[in-house]
């Protein structure tokens, strides 16, 4: 029988309202008790090996409600921005510190194959909706409405679904997001059924794109993966390739590279090749692109390239059992989350990874800048990653590159990068948390670096580059800091 | 019993003579069981999870000898070059393809604290000895022999027991080499019985040196630490630290900086700080910061960059297990090791690991050019990196500097670095290695790199730097090629 999750059911809709209707309270009850046995109690209560001193986890919990809500945000139309982050958005749903929203994430790759993607899904129909005149969601960036590609621009690119409004958050604060589950999404295609699929998009802006050895040069290549939408396989397979062939949108725009997010692919002038990577299987890494609260420093904001508030951080370990620390920098802190991932190497080569719709379970709270004092948490001026292992550190070229770069600093980025600037960031940021969050003096700080800390290409093709520098937390298993 | 390896034995040279005479046919008993226990026999017989088809296995096998032999090649004054790799060096033992070679190698830090790491040690003893007008070993470095800092100027530091010559090697071939065991060097000194120490020098060309935050700027730092040479502890921990004094040698020079290798630190003069890192735990990953073959553009070539002969790849994953594949350049090959680490960080930021003496047991298997065709390892150009799960290609900012750089490339490359190049050529390796050795398509490559393979950054403090590319060998493991 349908629960509200099988859009091929005749009577899906009133299923899915029924569904939504029942879920709070039960998916409450879950992740309540879900919550303590993955340890998040525990993380409250701990000391060394977590940012969250006992007092603060106290200090935050009275401010919490007393009992937590679990809200559903679905990945709709009316719920989305695409391509931008902004302050002056408002929120789909406004919650308290403690309270789990289940937040739907759709990749803003999916039209390129909307039979396995988009087809009888009704949000992404809704999101992708586009004919002569008529778009589910007009805007898709942070450029001007009268661009000549379309509405924003292009000039971002992620569906975000959100922002969720914490409830209290000023500036100074700092989010604390617990990523308790992700799921992918199942192609709604009953052709597809039991699969999600994803897309891989060997684009323009990738790394290896001017530096190609066979063939037509330059090219764009898509590929379309398959994932296990039951969870029983921990792999993605190739499911074939095509040449992006220049594609006229609906409003009548060539796109001959992939320069506006979103267009759909008419496949009766593609050529598939379904010879593709054959044998082989990709680990899957499930994880949000995407993850972050609203920038101050501008109205309107390019989603690609990471900054200081998160965002396009493109690492993989973001996933399930992750937590995320955030500076707030407005009213509400503003989160929101998109560009799902199913897998994605080190660096994000070609310009994307498996780019695969998929819905997570996050629960907030909030740390109030007057309870900060002596924290690790003091002060944080960028995203903190935290796995169940390690403490991960985001180095980007610029580390608030709307700041660091003025008023253009919006398209500056993208000539500016480098990994030696990223490198240098996440240097800097290591020290400086082995100095301030652990407690260790500057040499003592610098020796551990060399012999204990890992440093990786997070991405080399989001405008501001990044690097990460991971501390394995069992290092400080004796200490007391 | 002292069975040789107990220099404080009152009978050790006798006892070691012993050793030494019964060791080969016992170890290499115990070597050919352990070998077959290892996987090596699997290695040769395999197809798709090794470079080394079953055909050239079979192919290089013909060419070794019928019994392999079992060399111990100790460290001493007589058996190692310090700070450089030579085409012409004399061989310390010349073997066929096939055969084993245990080899000691020592820090050339070691003199940081004599106490711990040379004195009672004969071997070392003999190699760090200096009084005025005597050095057991006179040149360090590739410099020239009346150099102000001393013979061979300290361009090149690492001190490499070798080179192992192997009988028939030619350029174009390929010297496959598999690193079966890795032993830390416990300190000869009966008040520290049971542990072996290791030095971390935060040095002037350690990536941090000239962007230091606190205190006297700049500054080097030298911390201790301490081993478990039973193998029972999988961590060292920090015993001390002490600020580089400025060292007058014995032969009357000052050394305000670490600026020539193994000057004999006087502790009367350095204020010792033992309450460092305390409490914490830095994980073991003994390997070979240096390893290589010699390379054919030069006479003398600084041990400090590596190149595509190897060298001082600096990279933690060369360890126990691991395997390495080397492009011969000069008859013989020349094969030496040293730069040994108990552990690195991936960038190996402060400009030294923990510097700690270790034995490695090798195994030496010759594939020549002639058998190379159509194989992963034809034309192979720079040093690969196998591991237990993984295949770990090494990115330079110049893949061989001596000839990318013409005449001054010795020193050019010290100013020529950047990760953004390495990044450029793991890349480049990468894509080659999925496309030669794989037999992928360019796009099939460049999709798997971007979801499936791993950049990291591996030293920053190496003239030449590197990234490295890292793809997991169970990728591959339904395709056949």
Redesign the interface.
Known sequence: MCLGDDPTCAAFAEHRMRYRRDMEPERRAFLKSSFVATGGAAALAAGGLSLVTPALAQASRAKSVERCRHYHLPATAETVHWGYFSRSLKPQVEIESGDFVTIETLTHHANDDAERMVAGDPGAESVFLWTKGTKGVARRGAGPEDAKLGPGGGLGVHICTGPVAIRGAEPGDVLEVRILDVAPRPSANPKFKGSTFGS?A?AWW???YK?????DKPRE?I?I?EVDASGGRDW?K?VY?FRWPGVTDPDGVLHPTIDYPGIPVDHTKTTRTYD????????IRPHFGVMGVAPAEAEMVNSIPPSYTGGNIDNWRIGKGATLYYPVAVAGALFSAGDPHA????????????ECSLTGTFQFVLHKKADLAGTALESLDFPMIETREDWVLSGFSYPNYLKDLGPDAQSAIFAKS???LA??DA??KM?QFL?HAKG?????A????????????TQ?VDGNWG?HAIV?K???????A
Chains 1, 2 share one sequence.
């Open positions: 891989n060997a990738g790394y290896h530096d190609l050895l066979t063939g290549v590929t993966y993605a190739a390739s593709v990577l054959k044998g082989i299987r990709v680990p897998s994605q190497g080190d660096s994000e080569l070609c310009g994307t990874a498996i480098s990994l030696d490198m240098q240097f800097r020290r100095m260790l003096t500057e040499d003592e610098i020796s551990l670096m060399s012999v204990a800390v890992d440093f990786g290409v080399v690097v394995k069992a290092i400080f298993a004796e200490r007391t």
